[in-house]
Nanobody
Framework: QVQLAESGGGLVQPGGSLTLSCAAS????????MGWYRQAPGKQREWVVT???????DYAGSVDGRFTISRTNPKDITYLQMDSLNPKDAAVYYC???????????WGQGTQVTVSS
């Protein structure tokens, strides 16, 4: 079982920046994918970004160029640097890990990001 612990959420003004982090523990494997989803009030959970153990990244179009994900191995900590935030980015952000072979997901508890002046 994989445990994921997120931190770094909070309130930021439009145009501002915020960095989220996610620390994995338990049975995380070295080749597990990691990344982030987000969910705004009244909306479905939305995929944001994925990073492989080798550092290959894939971003949703809505955040590409503004968000940057990084990952430390073997500590399996991911960081999500979010720049040029706007109110549409406000959501609960969930860290995930995914087994490559089985596609099994594990989830963090979520961290709130609020973008408001």
């Amino acid at each position: 079982q994989v445990q994921l612990a997120e931190s770094g959420g909070g309130l930021v003004q439009p145009g501002g920046s915020l960095t989220l982090s996610c620390a994995a523990s338990g049975s995380i494997l070295s080749n597990d994918l990691m990344g982030w989803y987000r969910q705004a009030p009244g909306k479905q959970r939305e995929w944001v970004v994925t990073i492989t153990s080798g550092g290959t990244t894939d971003y949703a179009g809505s955040v590409d160029g503004r968000f940057t994900i990084s990952r430390t191995n073997p500590k399996d900590i991911t960081y999500l640097q979010m720049d040029s935030l706007n109110p549409k980015d406000a959501a609960v952000y969930y860290c995930f890990s995914r087994r490559v072979r089985t596609a099994e997901y594990s989830w963090g508890q979520g961290t709130q990001v609020t973008v408001s002046s």
